[in-house]
């Protein structure tokens, strides 16, 4: 098998304390429920391997599901907005290649089968783009490893956005806004659209994002959102000067959600043998 996955029940983040049952979770849940869950999930598609194309695999992808359980249309700041081969892992080298050697450093990169990692989803108010890694001891003195790990997955990607064409080269005009840009109109359908989430009343949206990069260097990940509640505000960064924007009540027909909401994390093992 390629891999196993393990997924926790929703609960609320706010709610969470270091002592809580599984059972109380649950009826925390059902006593305080919030209007917008995240839900996490795994599943597996059949597509070509990266590196050979004339080979089809499965690939693991991750769903981020958006949910709207209230009767009012909202919008808000998604958890993500990298897809697929547009995934950004946060390697803190400052790195440049040229075009034929993002092949080469590709498939170099180490293995960490049997080894057991955090993956940290969080698109701040500051960062718009990344997904960080940590060991799941909260060891800090084991920096160094944690930073091959990005770097071998960063590598991966940039040579997934290459191969789509897209080599992002400078990604730090995706790392800030700017006040100009955020308009309603570009919130609703313009240049930051996919930016945001729009739910209806009950609606259900929902991001997948290719896992590939995680199999290839094996481990066990643990996949989990960052942030305990949407915010109403973003950090503009305009002429080097950093501020809180706060976003519009309502755009279109949607109101502005900020607040907690119900989440979960799922685990995948890669390499482990079954």
């Given at each position: 098998?390629?891999?196993?996955?393990?997924?926790?029940?929703l609960?609320?983040?706010?709610a969470?304390?270091?002592?809580?049952?599984?059972?109380?979770?649950?009826?925390m849940?059902?006593?305080?429920?919030?209007?917008?869950?995240?839900?996490?999930?795994?599943?597996w598609?059949?597509g070509?391997?990266?590196?050979y194309?004339?080979?089809?695999?499965?690939?693991?992808?991750?769903?981020?599901?958006?949910?709207?359980?209230?009767?009012?249309?909202?919008?808000f700041?998604k958890?993500?907005?990298?897809k697929?081969?547009?995934?950004?892992?946060?390697?803190?080298?400052?790195?440049?290649?040229?075009?034929?050697?993002?092949?080469k450093?590709?498939?170099?990169?180490?293995?960490?089968?049997k080894?057991?990692?955090?993956?940290?989803?969080?698109?701040?108010?500051?960062y718009?783009?990344?997904w960080?890694?940590?060991n799941?001891?909260?060891?800090?003195?084991?920096?160094?490893?944690?930073?091959?790990?990005?770097?071998?997955?960063?590598?991966?990607?940039?040579?997934?956005?290459?191969?789509?064409?897209?080599?992002?080269?400078?990604?730090?005009?995706?790392?800030?806004?700017?006040?100009?840009i955020?308009?309603?109109?570009?919130?609703?359908?313009?240049?930051?659209?996919d930016?945001?989430?729009f739910?209806?009343?009950g609606?259900?949206?929902?991001?997948?994002?290719?896992?590939?990069?995680?199999k290839?260097?094996e481990?066990?990940?643990?996949?989990?959102?960052?942030?305990?509640?949407?915010?109403?505000?973003?950090?503009?960064?305009?002429?080097?000067?950093?501020?809180?924007?706060?976003?519009?009540?309502?755009?279109?027909?949607?109101?502005?959600?900020?607040?907690?909401?119900?989440t979960?994390?799922v685990?995948?093992c890669?390499?482990?043998?079954?």
């Open positions: 098998m390629d891999g196993h996955i393990c997924i926790t029940p609960f609320n983040m706010k969470k304390t270091l002592f809580i049952t599984l059972f109380l979770l649950l009826q849940q059902s006593l305080f429920p919030q209007c917008i869950s995240i839900e996490l999930s795994v599943t598609e059949m070509s391997h990266i590196f194309k004339d080979s089809i695999v499965s690939i693991p992808m991750l769903n981020i599901t958006y949910r709207n359980h209230c009767d009012t249309n909202y919008y700041f958890v993500s907005s990298r697929e081969g547009e995934l950004i892992v946060l390697c803190p080298a400052m790195r440049t290649f040229a075009h034929f050697d993002l092949l450093r590709a498939k170099a990169h180490h293995n960490y089968a080894q057991n990692f955090y993956v940290i989803i969080e698109k701040t108010p500051w718009n783009i990344g960080d890694i940590d799941d001891t909260g060891d800090y003195d084991d920096k160094n490893h944690i930073i091959n790990v990005k770097c071998c997955l960063d590598d991966i990607y940039r040579y997934i956005r290459s191969e789509n064409n897209n080599t992002t080269t400078n990604q730090k005009k995706h790392w800030y806004f700017v006040q100009s955020l308009t309603i109109e570009n919130i609703l359908s313009g240049s930051v659209q930016q945001f989430v739910l209806n009343s609606e259900v949206y929902t991001d997948t994002y290719n896992l590939i990069g995680y290839l260097v481990g066990c990940f643990t996949f989990l959102i960052g942030q305990n509640e949407i915010k109403n505000y973003v950090i503009t960064y305009d002429e080097s000067i950093e501020q809180e924007f706060e976003l519009p009540a309502k755009v279109g027909e949607y109101q502005r959600y900020s607040g907690a909401f119900n979960n994390k685990t995948v890669f390499g482990e043998e079954e």
